[in-house]
């Protein structure tokens, strides 16, 4: 089946700096993206959802890419800062034979040092 | 507003003990789905259902069972506690749709000594 793996796990990076976090999945069939941010001790909350028919989208400072040849979708938090700090994770649904179920990466911790 | 209700949000349960969490969702969502999350470990998914009456076995469904009596209802269900089961429980809910996200609810904190 389908799995995914996020890197870096850990991630420290200066105010205004930027950050890039990487989802790389093995089922050329994925079709549905999602990030989602988890704040220290709340909820994931969905940060953005793409479509295999779209490649580049972004959010208030953040852009997602998602490159179907490498298999691979990143999120790129452009001069990040402290409120950015959190858990952010990746998850990839299949389009064959799908219920609806995600795939969920292992999740990113980012701090934003002030 | 739609939502997912967990209750409690966090429970303390001896060894042996029954602990049942559960889980509302008002989204009409037919899909609901229960997490543990543990620092290196991610979101492990341990049971889920596609609609009243049905569960599913997720990843690691060991020493867990799981209830869906209505749409809006889920439980999980720790049957004899251990300590290896202490960790922060997510219910979430979403569409039977490939392109559907979930809604998480807040999380519930067991601790089981």
């Known amino acids: 089946g389908e799995q995914v793996e996020q890197r870096p796990p850990h991630l420290s990076v200066r105010e205004g700096d930027s950050a890039v976090i990487t989802c790389t999945y093995t089922?050329?069939?994925?079709?549905?993206f999602f990030w989602y941010k988890q704040e220290p001790g709340a909820s994931l909350q969905l940060l953005m959802k793409v479509f295999s028919s779209t490649e580049i989208n972004e959010g208030q400072g953040f852009t997602v890419l998602l490159n179907k040849k490498d298999k691979r979708l990143s999120l790129n938090l452009t001069a990040a800062h402290p409120g950015d700090s959190a858990a952010y994770f990746c998850a990839v649904t299949p389009i064959t034979g799908n219920t609806g179920k995600l795939i969920f990466g292992l999740g990113t911790t980012l701090q934003v040092q002030p | 507003e739609a939502a997912v209700t967990q209750s409690p949000r966090n429970k303390v349960a001896v060894t042996g003990g029954k602990v049942t969490l559960s889980c509302n969702q008002t989204?009409?969502?037919?899909?609901m789905y229960w997490y543990r999350q543990d620092t290196g470990h991610g979101l492990r998914l341990i049971h889920y259902?596609?609609?009243?009456?049905?569960?599913e076995k997720g990843d690691i469904p060991d020493g867990y069972k799981a209830s869906r009596p209505s749409q809006e209802n889920f439980s999980l269900i720790l049957e004899l506690a251990t300590p290896s089961q202490t960790s922060v429980y997510f219910c979430?809910?979403?569409?039977?749709?490939?392109?559907?996200?979930?809604?998480f609810g807040s999380g519930t904190r067991l601790l089981v000594i």
């Open positions: 259902s596609y609609g009243a009456g049905s569960t």
């Open positions: 989204n009409n969502h037919n899909n």
């Open positions: 089922d050329p069939n994925s079709y549905y």
């Open positions: 979430a809910s979403g569409r039977d749709s490939a392109n559907s996200d979930y809604t």
